[in-house]
């Protein structure tokens, strides 16, 4: 029974059991923190975000979902296995605007994150002798509430830091997401081979439609040239002779462009459906 941590709170909580859910595994119905899927062979933890690259560092749990950021901060052993497109953000140092240019100008202030870790590595990669104030959230008070000189926090909207008169500075210290870890020393098992798949499955039926068109016989060619597809279309024969159909995936945000160039190629009955699940 492949063991599976899965967060029970924050941000990426939510968006996990989404994901999970349409990979077709058991859904969270209560708060449960233990919920077994033996109709799947897996077993899901319900933890905190921030604890669950400890465990599957450690191999308690075999695999897990977490945030990059999370997992850097967490100095285990656990590694990324594969990112998984949602809960992305950036991790940014912010003070009150004109007050802090660049990261060297923050030799002797004084940091306030929730991520001491990261932040002292990145800081002590650089030489640079700031000093980290630990918090455990809320951090953008921090300065207007005098106890810090900057922060270093996850920024999705920027609201918050704008709402605390703050300005970002410096380069993004990382581009986090949602992530599937695994222990370091372990192969991915064929166990995860089957979760990733079906994880990555739902991440191509998120990202594709399906197109479905009509084409006269003598621009399937430069129809074809618009949807390659994946491997390659689909080209059938209609019942008039003079045309055929065509059906490929298309990634989502471009299905429109796509369609108004198949248009223009004289395409006609262009029909875009959502794909439920795929499997590549
Ligand atoms: N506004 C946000 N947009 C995108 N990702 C976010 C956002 N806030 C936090 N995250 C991500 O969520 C993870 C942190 O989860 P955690 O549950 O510790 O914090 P949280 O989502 O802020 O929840 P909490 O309400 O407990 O503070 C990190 O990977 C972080 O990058
Ligand atoms: O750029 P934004 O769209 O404003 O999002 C970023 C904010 O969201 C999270 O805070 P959260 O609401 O989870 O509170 P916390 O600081 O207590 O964790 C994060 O810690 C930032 O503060
Ligand atoms: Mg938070």
Same mark, same amino acid.
């Given at each position: 029974?492949?063991?599976?941590?899965?967060?029970?709170?924050?941000?990426?909580?939510?968006?996990?059991?989404?994901m999970?859910?349409e990979?077709?595994?058991?859904?969270?119905?209560?708060?449960?923190?233990?919920?077994? =899927?033996? &109709?799947?062979?897996?077993?899901?933890?319900?933890?905190?975000?921030?604890?669950? #690259?400890?465990? @599957?560092? +450690? *191999?308690?749990?075999?695999?897990?979902?977490?945030?990059?950021?999370?997992?850097?901060?967490?100095?285990?052993?656990?590694?990324?296995?594969?990112?998984?497109g949602f809960?992305?953000?950036?991790?940014?140092?912010?003070?009150?605007?004109?007050?802090?240019?660049?990261?060297?100008?923050?030799?002797?202030?004084?940091?306030?994150?929730?991520?001491?870790?990261?932040?002292?590595?990145?800081?002590?990669?650089?030489?640079?002798?700031?000093?980290?104030?630990?918090? =455990?959230? &809320?951090?953008?008070?921090?300065?207007?509430?005098?106890?810090?000189?900057?922060? #270093?926090?996850? @920024?999705? +909207? *920027?609201?918050?830091?704008?709402?605390?008169?703050?300005?970002?500075?410096?380069?993004?210290?990382?581009?986090?997401?949602?992530?599937?870890?695994?222990?370091?020393?372990?192969?991915?098992?064929?166990?995860?081979?089957?979760?990733?798949?079906?994880?990555?499955g739902v991440l191509v039926a998120r990202r594709y439609?399906?197109?479905?068109?009509?084409?006269?016989?003598?621009?399937?060619?430069?129809?074809?040239?618009?949807?390659?597809?994946?491997?390659?279309?689909?080209?059938?024969?209609?019942?008039?002779?003079?045309?055929?159909?065509?059906?490929?995936?298309?990634?989502r945000?471009?299905?429109?462009?796509?369609?108004?160039?198949?248009?223009?190629?004289?395409?006609?009955?262009?029909?875009?459906?959502s794909i439920?699940?795929s499997?590549?």
């Amino acid at each position: 029974m492949l063991r599976i941590a899965v967060p029970n709170k924050g941000s990426l909580s939510e968006p996990a059991t989404q994901m999970l859910a349409e990979a077709g595994y058991r859904r969270r119905r209560d708060r449960e923190l233990v919920l077994p =899927d033996p &109709a799947n062979g897996v077993e899901f933890f319900f933890l905190r975000p921030r604890d669950i #690259a400890v465990y @599957v560092g +450690t *191999g308690t749990v075999d695999v897990g979902i977490t945030g990059r950021d999370l997992l850097l901060d967490s100095g285990t052993s656990a590694v990324e296995h594969r990112p998984l497109g949602f809960a992305r953000s950036t991790f940014r140092f912010a003070a009150p605007a004109g007050t802090v240019r660049s990261v060297e100008e923050l030799a002797g202030a004084r940091v306030a994150t929730s991520y001491d870790v990261l932040v002292g590595n990145y800081l002590a990669e650089r030489g640079i002798n700031a000093s980290v104030v630990h918090l =455990d959230g &809320a951090v953008e008070s921090s300065v207007q509430l005098g106890i810090a000189d900057a922060v #270093a926090d996850v @920024v999705e +909207t *920027g609201s918050t830091l704008r709402a605390a008169g703050l300005e970002v500075f410096g380069d993004p210290i990382l581009q986090s997401e949602a992530v599937l870890i695994r222990p370091a020393d372990r192969p991915a098992e064929a166990a995860v081979d089957v979760l990733d798949r079906r994880l990555q499955g739902v991440l191509v039926a998120r990202r594709y439609v399906l197109m479905d068109y009509d084409v006269p016989v003598e621009h399937v060619d430069e129809a074809v040239a618009v949807t390659p597809g994946l491997e390659s279309p689909t080209v059938s024969p209609l019942h008039d002779g003079n045309w055929r159909a065509v059906r490929a995936m298309v990634l989502r945000e471009d299905a429109n462009r796509v369609m108004d160039e198949l248009y223009e190629v004289g395409a006609r009955a262009i029909i875009v459906t959502s794909i439920h699940a795929s499997r590549l």
